[in-house]
């Protein structure tokens, strides 16, 4: 896992507070995951209940945006050719993660994932499993503190000034145009 560019405290590993709801574990939850708890489940139940369709209805909603990022993931490396990815809040892995989808396409390309999580940095293994034509990397940190000098592994990324990248920061609302401008 890198980590590349953070200092101080953002090094540190954050402790996993389970004794509150967390926005990234109930979002796990509305899509069926597994790494949420009992107060997250809680909290959705409860947050939902008055939302049209109820619980049923946020889940189909959060299923929903996840195909269309697929969608759109999909087109980007098949139709656009695209080839690198920098997916700014990740989100804890699921079905059909950015470099699974893209890699199906072109198994050569490339996905920097960054989030600012620890509960998502517990899970990052699972999008380190890039297909041997391409590359994952995981950056743990938030994207405001990252500047765009570290936010590429060395190796084989190329700037995204170079290189026609594509840049992702579905449902990441704190990812504002401002910081993405950095990029
Ligand atoms: C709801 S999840 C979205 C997951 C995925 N992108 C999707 O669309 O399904 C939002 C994620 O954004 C992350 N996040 C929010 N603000 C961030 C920031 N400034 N830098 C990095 N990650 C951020 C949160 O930690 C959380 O994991």
């Known amino acids: 896992m890198k ?24 979002y796990d939850y509305l899509l069926g ?8 489940r809680a909290a959705a139940e409860r947050a939902y209940a008055a939302w049209p369709g109820g619980l049923d209805g946020v889940r189909a909603d ?12 999909r087109y980007l490396a098949r139709d656009a050719g695209i ?8 989100g804890i892995p699921k079905e059909d993660n950015v470099h699974e989808v893209a890699q ?26 890039s297909a041997p ?3 994952t990397s995981y950056i743990y940190g938030s994207c405001a503190s ?9 190796g084989r990324w190329t700037s995204p000034g170079r290189w026609r990248s594509c840049y992702s920061a579905s449902c990441t609302s704190s990812a504002t145009p401002t910081t993405l401008a950095r990029w």
């Open 3 to 26: 980590s590349d560019g953070l200092t101080g405290p953002e090094r540190e590993l954050a402790e996993i507070d389970t004794s509150v709801p967390h926005a990234t574990r109930v």
């Open 33 to 40: 995951g597994k790494a949420n708890f009992s107060v997250d």
């Open 62 to 73: 959060a299923r929903a945006h996840r195909a269309v990022l697929g969608r759109i993931v």
């Open 83 to 90: 080839r690198q990815f920098l997916d700014i809040g990740t």
């Open 104 to 129: 199906r396409e072109a198994p050569e390309s490339r996905v920097v994932y960054v989030d600012r999580d620890p509960i998502v940095l517990a899970h990052a293994h699972q999008l380190l499993r």
């Open 133 to 135: 034509e391409g590359a």
């Open 146 to 154: 990252l500047g765009r000098s570290c936010a590429l592994p060395p």
